[in-house]
């Protein structure tokens, strides 16, 4: 016999607590400021943010998004943050949860993703004596944070609110530069009655509600503009996060583009995709001048080029920590501005030179196209038709390798889509061979850290899903086995009903990028295998179960086929990998 569960009970009518008007006031505060996502995870102390959060997120003001744990609450957080481009609220409790947030708030940092970290913390009078849940907040994420404020516990006094409100426009200034700290102390009672929500919004440029960035974040040219002409020796490298910016520039400067896979500016018809063999060949050496933007990370050959004592480099500054110099020698300014027209008979050979190479490199490296002649399969011979339908029948049966796996995930990805890469060896194997094509590519690239892939990835999908049309567009994941075992918690959070996010895991039970160290070479072999390589028997199939997502194995080519056209929302595609596959891990 099925039984109803009772009735939620109402409310208990309570008056309101000062530490419940100030977080109402705060959170309101930043949404009059623009803020549209707040991530939230469970605690007490931070109980007042949260329901404050749950009542705007009620009244359709922002959108709130509830994580279990605080480092996937971050790097989801991240994800909403890189996706939209607008700073994104993160609220934890006190202790250790803060702490889980570091890995986060680093990639934001190395990145500069506008993050704003509410962390709840006890009263001056329940620091330094051992109150549970307790420890010292202050200044916890360093100089990781472009602001911090320890803000006392809220009183109740006159006119406390409107310096909460002061507070909220601060931090959104503030985040223009990466990730914000706010550790807010709250007394008991920590919570009661409801706070109204304010009818008209606080003082200040809530934005021109048109869905373009606020004006408080954007980042505006500073005064170093240094003035370009085209040449005949100047490549363009546009590393993580560069965006079609650098393609436009190497157009205008007549220059080979360097675009890695992450870099938003690999397409068009200065795009060289082997630049690595064409940096070590005659090619590279004659460059004279490197203008570098956003954060190159996937090669060794780039930073050799750029420490070389012959070559001019320019790095323009990116949002972030630091500005990409590896030999301590760039010029790093604002922007390039380029003055006059690049010959088209220089371009042709310059770039067309460059371009010839890489396509020559890939064609020498490309595997033997076994597709049948389609003619056969409409022959009046019977034996002929067979012949088709047996080769059809073997290409189909093609064991996966990495090779195949992106460039299917890649062909497969359209500008209405996403592709998050983890820190693996796909990306690597990306970058290295797949054509250019302008689509949204993201990955964690500030520190390269294996942590929040799948977090990250359902922020984008959020985000992104909140501005689709009718036809949402699929967020693709490309990690490996250890990726996704490190962020297992991300896929225990049920998703909205059109994020669609696919992750397709190379699974060759273990870290085997490192194989290709010299530590592979030099190590006891027991030893290696245990600490280096880290195998695993996680049931991959029993782990996407575990949160609700559909799972696929995709052993053959046809089996992959399959999974990339797939219609469930949520779906683990585990790809099975040969371990004695060769690696390029020069990152």
């Given at each position: 016999m099925t039984t109803t569960p009772p009735?939620?009970?109402?409310?208990?009518?309570?008056?309101?607590?000062?530490?419940?008007?100030?977080?109402?006031?705060?959170?309101?505060?930043?949404?009059?400021?623009?803020?549209?996502?707040?991530?939230?995870?469970?605690?007490?102390?931070?109980?007042?943010?949260?329901?404050?959060?749950?009542?705007?997120?009620?009244?359709?003001?922002?959108?709130?998004?509830?994580?279990?744990?605080?480092r996937v609450a971050g790097f989801t957080a991240l994800g909403l943050a890189v996706e939209t481009g607008r700073p994104v609220a993160v609220i934890c409790t006190s202790g250790t949860a803060v702490a889980n947030l570091h890995p986060a708030v680093l990639e934001a940092h190395h990145s500069g993703v506008p993050l704003i970290l509410l962390?709840?913390?006890?009263?001056?009078?329940?620091?330094?004596?051992?109150?549970?849940?307790?420890?010292n907040q202050v200044g916890i994420f360093g100089d990781m944070v472009a602001a911090d404020w320890d803000v006392p516990a809220p009183t109740g006094d006159p006119g406390e609110l409107d310096e909460v409100r002061d507070l909220a426009e601060?931090?959104?200034?503030?985040?223009?530069?990466?990730?914000?700290h706010l550790n807010l102390a709250y007394r008991e009672p920590l919570s009661g009655g409801e706070p109204s929500i304010p009818t008209a919004l606080p003082t200040g440029d809530a934005g021109d509600g048109d869905g373009d960035a606020h004006p408080l974040w954007q980042r505006t040219l500073g005064p170093e503009v240094v003035d370009l002409e085209p040449d005949d020796a100047t490549?363009?490298?546009a590393g993580h996060g560069a965006g079609a910016l650098a393609e436009d520039l190497a157009v205008r400067l007549g220059a080979p583009l360097i675009a890695e896979v992450s870099s938003g500016a690999r397409f068009?018809?200065?795009?060289?995709?082997?630049?690595?063999?064409?940096?070590?060949g005659p090619h590279g050496e004659a460059v004279g001048r490197a203008v570098v933007l956003g954060h190159p990370t996937l090669s060794r050959e780039v930073p050799a080029l750029l420490e070389r004592d012959d070559v001019e480099v320019i790095v323009v500054r990116a949002p972030g920590a630091d500005a990409y110099n590896p030999g301590r020698r760039a010029r790093v300014v604002d922007d390039v501005r380029v003055i006059g027209k690049p010959d088209p008979q220089v371009v042709r050979r310059w770039v067309g030179?460059?371009?010839?190479?890489?396509?020559?490199?890939?064609?020498?490296?490309?595997?033997?196209?076994?597709?049948?002649?389609?003619?056969?399969?409409?022959?009046t011979d019977m034996s002929v038709r067979l012949a088709f339908a047996k080769a059809e029948a073997a290409i189909l049966r093609q064991p996966v390798d990495r090779q195949m796996l992106v460039r299917a995930v890649w062909a497969s990805t359209w500008p209405h889509d996403r592709l998050v890469m983890a820190a693996s060896r796909l990306i690597r194997e990306a970058d290295r061979l797949v054509p250019g094509k302008n689509i949204a590519v993201h990955a964690n690239r500030g520190l390269a850290g294996i942590d929040?892939?799948?977090?990250?990835?359902?922020?984008?999908?959020?985000?992104?899903?909140?501005?689709?049309?009718?036809?949402?567009?699929?967020?693709?994941?490309?990690?490996?086995?250890?990726?996704?075992?490190?962020?297992?918690?991300?896929?225990?959070?049920?998703?909205?009903?059109?994020?669609?996010v696919h992750l397709f895991v190379g699974n060759d039970r273990g870290g085997t990028i490192f194989?290709?160290?010299?530590?592979?070479?030099?190590?006891?072999?027991?030893?290696?295998?245990?600490?280096?390589?880290?195998?695993?028997?996680?049931?991959?199939?029993?782990?996407?179960?575990?949160?609700?997502?559909?799972?696929?194995?995709?052993?053959?080519?046809?089996?992959?086929?399959?999974?990339l056209t797939a219609p469930e929302p949520l779906l683990v595609v585990e790809v099975p990998l040969d371990t004695l596959d060769p690696v390029d891990e020069s990152a």
């Open positions: 009735a939620p009970e109402p409310p208990v009518s309570a008056p309101t607590s000062p530490a419940a008007e100030a977080a109402m006031a705060l959170l309101h505060g930043m949404h009059a400021q623009g803020l549209e996502h707040v991530v939230v995870s469970p605690g007490s102390r931070s109980q007042a943010l949260a329901l404050a959060a749950a009542a705007l997120d009620r009244a359709g003001l922002i959108t709130l998004h509830v994580r279990i744990d605080e962390t709840a913390d006890r009263p001056a009078e329940l620091r330094g004596i051992g109150a549970n849940q307790t420890t601060l931090a959104l200034r503030a985040a223009a530069d990466g990730p914000v490549v363009v490298i068009g018809r200065h795009a060289v995709v082997a630049y690595r063999e064409v940096l070590r030179g460059w371009v010839a190479m890489s396509r020559a490199v890939l064609e020498s490296t490309a595997p033997d196209d076994p597709a049948p002649d389609l003619e056969q399969s409409a022959s929040g892939t799948i977090a990250t990835a359902t922020g984008i999908a959020l985000a992104a899903q909140a501005h689709a049309g009718p036809q949402p567009g699929t967020t693709r994941v490309l990690l490996g086995d250890l990726a996704l075992i490190h962020d297992a918690g991300a896929l225990l959070v049920p998703l909205p009903e059109r994020v669609r194989d290709q160290l010299e530590v592979a070479a030099t190590a006891n072999p027991n030893d290696y295998e245990r600490v280096m390589r880290t195998p695993h028997a996680v049931d991959i199939a029993a782990l996407a179960a575990a949160g609700g997502w559909a799972y696929r194995k995709a052993a053959t080519r046809a089996d992959l086929d399959d999974a």
